[in-house]
């Protein structure tokens, strides 16, 4: 990539060599499959999980149920983890972080994987790596930032989350040469459209995503495009969760944040007018000529969580982390039901619920299930 010199050479190395701390995989499923590309006279359908962020603010319980709810559509899924350390845990606005961590580790991830999920349809790679302590910042986006009170942190945790998740296409990658993710003769990076109508799909969630029920991905539109939630585009396109058709699409969610920022010509190129995450994405994937489709809330029932100090998730009840309108919520209330829950912030829900979460002349209202998730290990 021209001008990659200029980033910090941990940096480029961080990118393009991730250092693969767990790989977890059946061995005879692995000698079964490689080799072959088509299962039952059919290409194998498959679905690539990507989990980023930090070991500590990870929720994995509902994630195992989306994916289990999902195996009956797919008949391989990959899952990939990108996560850092309990020594790096951080958060750039203090004001979300109610302190309670999260007791995970790459092995305790890969066995809890392994207890919930059957190995001979399921492999799992943990990539553990500290997190890049001083990425690239370009002073062009910090002085574009949308909360400049943050400083140079906040644009540092925007590199770091990019990085994360080219390193998490590369576990992918990983993981598609011993069940191969993509055609015998396809290595996921070539630029043909000769495969973008397949249902093969990838899901990029948070460490925090929070997956409020049985959300099934196969009836959303994803060939050949990415799939984001219509609530946080905050001047581009949400960033927390998506779900991406393979080919040029994943190519340029994937890889195209990291590298586009890192290279001082491309970066130029994408005309960003506003330094956030969401809008530098947007730029992206406009600059690829990607498809993108929002969704609403019932499409893509998943919220942002946070850990109280219990280490029981909870959500945030403010507009930035919740929606500001009625679509950015789920219409059933057995789900809303899970975000009443006030055990983040008490005294805060009423207000909130009247507000933004109540539906009109709906009988008996919502009540608050704080019995699920139970907490975290």
Not at 143 to 154: F, V, W
Request: hydrophobic residues 35%; proline residues 5%; charged residues 30%.
């Amino acid at each position: 990539e021209k001008n990659m010199a200029l980033a910090p050479r941990s940096t480029r190395l961080m990118l393009f060599f991730p250092r693969l701390v767990l790989v977890s995989c059946c061995c005879c499923c692995c000698l079964s499959v490689a080799g072959e590309c088509q299962h039952g006279g059919k290409k194998r359908k498959r679905m690539g999980v990507c989990v980023t962020g930090q070991m500590s603010r990870l929720e994995l319980e509902s994630k195992l149920a989306f994916v289990a709810s999902n195996l009956g559509d797919y008949d391989v899924v990959d899952l990939a983890f990108v996560l850092g350390g309990p020594s790096s845990t951080t958060f750039v606005n203090t004001a979300t972080d109610l302190g309670g961590r999260a007791r995970w580790n790459a092995t305790s991830v890969v066995r809890a994987v392994r207890q919930r999920l059957p190995s001979r349809r399921t492999s799992v790679a943990v990539d553990d790596s500290p997190q890049e302590q001083r990425p690239l910042v370009r002073e062009d986006y910090l002085a574009r930032s949308d909360k400049p009170a943050l400083g140079r942190a906040r644009v540092e945790s925007h590199v770091r989350q990019w990085l994360a998740l080219a390193r998490c296409w590369r576990l992918l990658l990983k993981l598609g040469e011993t069940t191969p993710f993509f055609d015998c003769e396809d290595d996921g990076l070539t630029t043909s459209h000769k495969n973008d109508d397949d249902d093969d799909v990838f899901v990029k969630l948070r460490d925090d995503s929070v997956i409020l029920g049985d959300w099934r991905i196969k009836g959303l539109d994803s060939r050949g495009k990415v799939v984001v939630q219509d609530c946080f585009g905050f001047s581009g396109y949400a960033d927390k969760i998506a779900v991406v058709g393979r080919g040029d699409a994943a190519r340029a969610y994937f890889l195209g944040p990291a590298t586009e920022y890192l290279s001082t010509e491309n970066y130029a190129s994408l005309g960003v007018t506003k330094g956030n995450p969401e809008h530098l994405l947007m730029r992206v994937l406009r600059k690829h000529n990607v498809t993108v489709r929002r969704a609403d809330a019932d499409a893509t029932p998943v919220a942002t969580s946070r850990i109280d100090p219990r280490r029981r998730p909870c959500f945030l009840f403010d507009g930035l982390h919740l929606g500001k309108e009625l679509r950015c919520y789920p219409s059933a209330c057995d789900l809303r039901s899970k975000i009443y829950c006030d055990r983040c912030r008490r005294g805060t829900n009423d207000t909130l619920r009247r507000t933004y979460l109540t539906r009109a002349g709906e009988q008996p209202h919502c009540a608050p299930d704080c019995a699920w998730p139970g907490s975290h290990r």
